[in-house]
């Protein structure tokens, strides 16, 4: 059971994660919509009670998801010394998402808030519960990254730290130009 947990990967990768990761990616954005959960960084979760149409929830994901392979796809081929390939990267990165659901689902349980910016006792509630979830989840893209990059040791561990803060900043800086211009 921890292997399906920590290292499912080591069971499923390419074709059939991108699909799977794909349809929970689908469901999450689907429950983050009803929720008010928005993922709108390669790591990152915000709550809110602002009417927002769905597509831009599927767009989030689809983007944050997007920016982690294309700067993991990148570090692989600055660093990796044997072969990879760009699907069983894509395919376990949105796997690897997957416990993303439980966060969308936990925000069921938190009261509505007119300012979803403002730090609360919700908002620190909130990143409390879901902290579990998301140290998970950097230990799945952690294990998505070595095993389809074949890295691995302090090599690995640097090189993804640094491709996730570069895969953050540019899903930031992609949603904070593209979705004003899609809900104007």
């Not at 080591?10 to 059939?16: D, L, N, P, Q, R």
């Not at 966060?103 to 069921?108: C, K, S």
């Not at 230990?139 to 890295?151: E, P, R, T």
Request: charged share 10%; glycine share 4%; with cysteine.
């Amino acid at each position: 059971m921890n292997t399906w947990l920590l290292r499912p990967f080591t069971y499923i990768a390419g074709g059939k994660a991108l699909l799977a990761g794909w349809v929970i990616m689908l469901i999450t954005s689907v429950v983050a919509y009803f929720s008010k959960t928005h993922f709108d960084g390669a790591i990152d979760a915000h709550i809110g009670s602002t009417v927002t149409p769905y597509y831009i929830y599927l767009l989030e994901t689809l983007i944050a998801w997007g920016c982690m392979v294309l700067a993991c796809y990148a570090a692989a081929a600055l660093f990796a010394r044997t072969s990879f390939r760009l699907i069983d990267i894509a395919g376990t990165l949105a796997l690897a998402r997957a416990p993303l659901l439980l966060a969308a689902l936990i925000n069921f349980a938190m009261p509505a808030r007119v300012d979803p910016t403002a730090i609360d006792p919700m908002v620190i509630v909130f990143a409390l519960i879901c902290l579990p979830v998301f140290v998970w989840i950097l230990v799945l893209m952690y294990q998505a990254f070595s095993i389809s990059a074949n890295l691995k040791g302090n090599k690995a561990v640097i090189i993804f730290i640094v491709t996730l803060l570069v895969a953050e900043v540019v899903s930031k800086l992609l949603m904070q130009f593209t979705l004003p211009l899609m809900l104007s």
